[in-house]
């Protein structure tokens, strides 16, 4: 049986080696990896996760790790404590590897990140970082956050499996808050199987993993109403992907928006726009010097913005969760696409939320596999949304996806 | 017109003579508040609430003072941020005085906090010195926290006005989680007016102090299922009230359950189990030979409790929820009692929130206000529960019972 010692020398040889490149470590020490690793060889009781390497993203307090939440603001700060993910990561054994880059705040000013398989690219974001580390193989498993398209969008970009869970599925506590109704914890996998597994023991929620596979699963196919933004080639390995899932036995149906999905849109903007100026009132108030303009410009409020529109705009999101239940209660998932298209090229941006923003506001699952690669050979991903709360089952036909599109 | 200098004169003067009694203090240093009182008084431009006293639970994060949690576990600690609250608070001129004592993680262990009126007696809790503060005379405005009882069970024990918004009112960042899905800011006052004010100005809202009181209140009247759990002189207060009312032009009306009220507090119980164990898992996990030993046994997770039950639960919660919307639109708010009677003679226990925890889970915004004195001679108060979002209207009704009851 490998040691994890020797588990955590792989992922040691493997940051070494591309860590230079890519850049996808806010703090990583290979001492206290070793150390670590180390320590839980030398455990009599085996959690159902040891020795696993998990990579935590920036905005996620860790008690024996800076946590910097992706910003000169908090550089170098030690928290008092681990969120609750990490310490029920800790408690079942788990590597913890080290942090991974954040935007700032998890929003929209870039961190150093280069795409693992393009350096002149973006990994996407807000969990560069922490996509990039699992596309380059350094963890098979990393944390992220989600409050626009911050997990299902890289995961796409770089080629791997990405997983948004129901909102209220995982706890959040311990997380940096951008918009509080919104944020979510995310998972970054080389396969689905992983992140279930992990989000289970996560969750309390064996049932993430356990969830026998469907034969033939019932897919909704969904062209949101912002399909004319999907780049070509995205758009023609989405049609290929169904046509691979409809040879391979899978029930595919084309559904019609079963209510006003661009409003998802505006509230999902009115709702950031009310509540990040209020999520980060001491950044905005005491510490704008330290922080990067685009984030400057991202916190304020918009002026004219009531509470009245932001309670309207949660009436509209509200109103479009309830049709778009009855819709989703008849399949296993709906298939959409996950991004635009490839991960574009620069760092001074992450990528458009476009295709995430609708079904985060709707705190619906959402699952990322990969689906083939673009015109310029990098990666392309399909996205499958689920009911709320039916993370057992989208999880579980995402393995079917998942495999059907990498055979 | 009073300079800032001199209202943290009188402020500290109050503490000095009360403080050695109640305890309600965590953190206060009489130099900081009189530099920080001469800050105030030296700035240009004045904000709404320039120069207002107000106390700040320990759970609350500040960055210029320490913030323990209640726990020993945390003493000592400097966050490197406000919560957003207090930076609101700052931002708009408020005279911050100190950290008032908080059980242990607003949770069951209590601090040292004892009742102004009687320090036989608890004053309440968790927000036990945010209570004790306000009604001592110390401050005028106080904040806490509520996930079962916190706010308007101690606002009640110790005569003053006390408020719970409607979930999601006011931005929650930089408090310490308890449980995720019921964590809600609270107010204490003198008035509701100063109340209204506060909240007004940091959540946004003008309306929460500006709505229009009416002229003759409709008043739904509901004797929970646990009535019976009331003591005799407070449901002698509660008839006596609603007499006053009734003649002073208030639309009283009785109500029956529009569902299932008992099912509330299994939810709640449930919930809580679920959440609790999650949001302070390091803690129990890596901190616990730290804290109080009610707290490590309240914060273990509970055998047998499944994810599925925790589901069933929300469920429930969500249905009644639905069913109390409709019966609450008709009316300006709902009375009912805040507390079973009198603060409890003793310190181990802040006594029961079972005249709390169904409308905390129903995510209702609660107000209290004193109502009389009891078979002890200490208060006994009168709780206005309204629908969700009316917050301005309940605060509106509520100024106008709180003007007839102190006749």
């Given at each position: 049986m490998t040691s994890v010692a020797e588990v955590a020398r792989q992922v040691a040889a493997c940051i070494e080696a591309k860590e230079p490149l890519v850049g996808a470590w806010h703090f990583y020490d290979a001492a206290r990896l070793a150390a670590e690793a180390r320590r839980l060889d030398g455990l009599t009781e085996r959690g159902p996760l040891h020795g696993m390497p998990i990579a935590i993203k920036d905005v996620i307090d860790t008690v024996d790790m800076p946590t910097g939440y992706g910003s000169a603001l908090y550089e170098g700060f030690r928290p008092p404590k681990d969120a609750s993910c990490v310490a029920l990561l800790r408690a079942a054994g788990a590597l913890i590897v080290g942090k991974t880059v954040s935007t700032e705040f998890a929003f929209k000013g870039p961190g150093k990140t280069r795409h693992p398989f393009d350096p002149a690219r973006t990994p996407g974001g807000s969990s560069s970082g922490s996509a990039a580390a699992v596309a380059a193989g350094m963890v098979p498993v990393a944390l992220g956050t989600q409050t626009s398209g911050s997990t299902i969008r890289p995961a796409a970009f770089c080629g791997i499996a990405g997983y948004k869970p129901s909102f209220g599925l995982i706890d959040r506590t311990g997380i940096k808050v951008l918009c509080d109704s919104l944020d979510t914890i995310g998972f970054f996998g080389r396969a689905v199987g992983d992140i279930a597994m992990v989000a289970g023991v996560l969750s309390g929620r064996p049932s993430l993993a356990e969830q026998a596979a469907p034969a033939a699963p019932r897919l909704a196919v969904f062209r949101t109403p912002v399909w004319h933004l999907a780049e070509p080639d995205a758009a023609q390995v989405f049609e290929d992907s169904l046509g691979k899932l409809a040879r391979a036995g899978a029930v595919l149906e084309e559904i019609d928006d079963p209510g006003d999905f661009m409003a998802l849109f505006s509230a999902h903007e009115t709702i950031m726009s009310w509540e990040v100026p209020r999520a980060l009132a001491f950044e905005r108030l005491a510490g704008s010097h330290a922080l990067q303009a685009v984030t400057r410009e991202g916190i304020a409020p918009v002026a004219g913005l009531t509470a009245e529109a932001y309670d309207a705009a949660c009436a509209v999101a509200g109103a479009q969760a309830v049709r778009w239940a009855r819709v989703l209660d008849g399949f296993d998932a709906l298939l959409t696409?996950?991004?635009?298209?490839?991960?574009?090229?620069?760092?001074?941006s992450t990528g458009d939320p476009i295709f995430n923003r609708g079904w985060t506001q709707l705190t619906l699952p959402c699952v990322t596999v990969p689906a083939g690669t673009g015109a310029s050979g990098l990666p392309l991903g399909l996205q499958l949304v689920g009911a709320l709360g039916s993370d057992p089952r989208v999880l579980a036909a995402a393995r079917v996806v998942e495999s059907v599109l990498s055979a």
């Open positions: 696409l996950p991004a635009r298209g490839e991960a574009p090229v620069g760092l001074a």
